[in-house]
């Protein structure tokens, strides 16, 4: 999800549910150690609860970048071993590392040496054609010797070649059995699944078998969705918000953004471009939010647009 869930999404998506557990966009270590960390690190206080997702293979580097985020209050060190982009194969780190695991016990051991939060890892059931049941069940054990107890598994193999990362979410097949087995393997692990879920049966289905799921981008696509999950997974009142009260909460804070830090709007609207997703006039809403001539234009203004109220007059 990177470049998708920076803290505007993160706020946005809080918006819509109170408790479900939201991941940073990963971070590198390179990024933390030779660049601006509070734009890297920066977050709203409503965030909470809150992960950092880590992306490195340099046990000392991610040492130090998991403690700079239990400094700024992050809940969680997520280590991210499951994105197969080239990009991120070249920093030796992603999915590749399943291929290491003494090095990524060796990188969980060193976090958890400095932090006193939850390290979880993120990865996949396998990398490229290799499909054996072994292979994830030695990688989730050796980290589980090192000290990490949580696994989110996306439940595909990575393509480390050939296939670009949107074809890693839709080529290699989802094989749930192999999570569910690691939950019988592992009863004392938090087992995590996620790919290719896109509505509550799904999920209660998968709740039956582990210990919970993340979502990526059909909650990013299909926002609200998240209304339901506090009442239906969490056991609390149903959300009576609206999507015409988001929308309002979501211009409150684009005027927030730009009074402190100068923060236009347009990159923060582009995260809710999905909150009328499959209502009458859905199209028009979108076509106005993402509407660059309207740049200039204060959101108020826009959003008025938007809901047709004015009309549009670049």
Not at 95 to 123: F, Q, S
Not at 183 to 195: R, S
Not at 241 to 248: F, K, N, P, Y
């Amino acid at each position: 999800m990177m470049d998708w869930t920076d803290r505007h999404c993160r706020y946005f998506h809080r918006l819509l549910s109170r408790r479900t557990l939201l991941y940073t966009e990963m971070v590198t270590t390179g990024a933390l150690l030779h660049g601006d960390v509070p734009r890297h690190l920066r977050y709203n206080i409503e965030e909470h609860p809150l992960a950092l997702q880590l992306g490195g293979s340099e046990p000392a580097d991610l040492a130090h970048c998991a403690r700079l985020g239990e400094q700024w209050g992050y809940d969680e060190i997520n280590l991210n071993c499951g994105c197969p982009s080239e990009r991120v194969q070249r920093g030796a780190f992603g999915a590749c590392l399943m291929a290491e695991p003494a090095l990524v016990a060796d990188c969980v051991k060193a976090m958890l040496d400095v932090v006193g939060i939850p390290v979880t890892v993120k990865h996949r059931i396998g990398i490229d054609r290799a499909e054996r049941y072994d292979f994830v069940r030695d990688f989730v054990g050796a980290l589980h010797q090192a000290g990490c107890n949580t696994f989110i598994v996306h439940a595909r193999n990575a393509w480390l070649q050939g296939l670009s990362p949107k074809e890693n979410r839709e080529v290699p097949p989802l094989r749930y059995s192999l999570v569910h087995q690691l939950k019988l393997d592992f009863p004392g692990c938090q087992i995590e699944i996620n790919g290719g879920l896109t509505n509550n049966e799904q999920v209660q289905a998968q709740l039956q078998q582990v210990d919970g799921v993340m979502i990526g981008r059909e909650a990013y696509h299909n926002p609200w969705w998240l209304i339901e999950w506090d009442a239906l997974f969490y056991g609390e009142v149903a959300s009576e918000s609206t999507r015409e009260q988001i929308e309002e909460h979501m211009v409150a804070y684009m005027l927030r953004q730009a009074s402190e830090f100068g923060t236009p709007w347009y990159p923060i609207a582009r995260h809710m471009l999905g909150l009328r997703h499959g209502l009458p006039g859905a199209r028009r809403w979108r076509q106005v939010w993402s509407d660059h001539r309207l740049k200039a234009r204060d959101p108020r203004e826009v959003m008025a647009l938007a809901r047709g109220e004015q009309s549009v007059q670049a």
